[in-house]
């Protein structure tokens, strides 16, 4: 029952700056949450309120913007992976009902001459508020820190050196997606299916989310019940992808989760919220370590690099034809 589910709150602080007992600790309770649940809630992860106040309002202008306005900076080209994605673009893997949502997907600052910069797409720039260019970028540089802090502590807890994921990350192609889930403004009209984010699970290595503190978040537990998650003010909260999924040959768990549906009465509310995709580099061998296969855990994945393995997704999940 929900009494048993593992998500603990767990203090970055004391991984980063902890006694040699404390920063055990953190990695030990991370690695075993993610390996019972694949979620975690972390507190002292780097952003100030103000910083996360200022990104949601300026995410909330941008959406604000009229639609023709939008729909200058959809990129479909780009399998949406910069700028504007429309209503309707993207469902489930599993589903044939699109999710009821709009985003904005942010993508990684090459600044120091590494020539990875020629295998991603320029970020595109909302002409109208240059404040959330601003914000955006401070907000990703910000997230993929503190996810670089905590692939160091989960190294630790897989028996790794606590170093094993810098060079796969370094200039990775993380998203940070912007994401509003509109005002349903008549549920009747609405295919029976239809919800915010159909039941998924996240491609990445992990993600970090800003936003859960508003209702809706759900993940499915080993016992096959949906679990709210609930997370405190400004923590983040941080869950395990199918690449490390992969990785780990099951070890880490990338948990089901969906956002469900408001109650009539505030179904004329937006939601919204701010994941963060921790990708690796194209490059990344995602073939499972020796480490997390034995006798009663045999190899289950097929050995992929983790550019192959976007791709396949993407065009599961529609965004890429
Ligand atoms: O909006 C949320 O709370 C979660 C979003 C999510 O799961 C996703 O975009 O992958
Ligand atoms: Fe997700």
Redesign the pocket.
């Known amino acids: 029952m929900s009494s048993n589910v593992n998500i603990p709150r767990l203090d970055l602080n004391d991984y980063l700056n902890g006694t040699p007992a404390q920063k055990e600790k953190f990695s030990n309770d991370i690695g075993n949450a993610f390996n019972e649940t694949g979620f975690v809630t972390i507190t002292n992860h780097g952003l100030d309120a103000d910083l996360i106040n200022k990104l949601y309002s300026e995410v909330q202008n941008f959406f604000t913007l009229p639609e023709e306005a939008k729909l200058k900076y959809e990129k479909v080209e780009l399998a949406g992976q910069r700028g504007y994605t429309s209503k309707g673009r993207e469902k489930a893997k599993d589903s044939k009902t699109p999710d009821l949502k709009e985003f904005w997907q942010t993508g990684q600052y090459v600044e120091d001459g590494d020539s990875i910069k020629d295998e991603y797409p320029d970020n595109v720039k909302v002409e109208e508020y240059p404040g959330f260019n601003e914000v955006t970028k401070e907000v990703y540089q910000k997230l993929e820190k503190a996810g670089k802090q905590i692939l160091n502590a989960i190294s630790v807890y897989l028996g790794l050196p606590e170093n094993y994921f810098e060079d796969k990350v370094n200039n990775g192609n993380s998203i940070l997606?912007g994401?509003h889930?509109f005002p349903i403004e008549n549920p009747d009209v609405l295919p029976a299916d239809a919800v915010?984010?159909g039941a998924?699970e996240?491609i990445n290595l992990i993600?970090l989310?800003i936003?859960?503190s508003?209702d809706?978040?759900e993940v499915l537990t080993q016992q096959g019940e949906w679990f709210a998650i609930k997370a405190h003010g400004e923590d983040i909260?941080v869950n395990v992808g199918d690449m490390l999924q992969r990785l780990t040959n099951n070890k880490l768990r990338s948990t089901t989760?969906?956002?469900v549906n408001p109650p009539r009465e505030l179904m004329k509310n937006s939601?919204y919220?701010v994941?963060f995709?921790l990708h690796p580099k194209s490059s990344m061998d995602l073939s499972s370590l020796d480490s997390c296969i034995d006798d009663k855990h045999p190899k289950v994945y097929a050995d992929i690099t983790a550019g192959e393995y976007l791709d396949e997704r993407l065009r599961e999940i529609g965004l890429k034809k």
């Open positions: 997606r994401i889930y915010r984010a998924h996240d993600t989310l936003g859960a508003a809706g978040l909260v989760h969906r956002v939601r919220s994941p995709f």
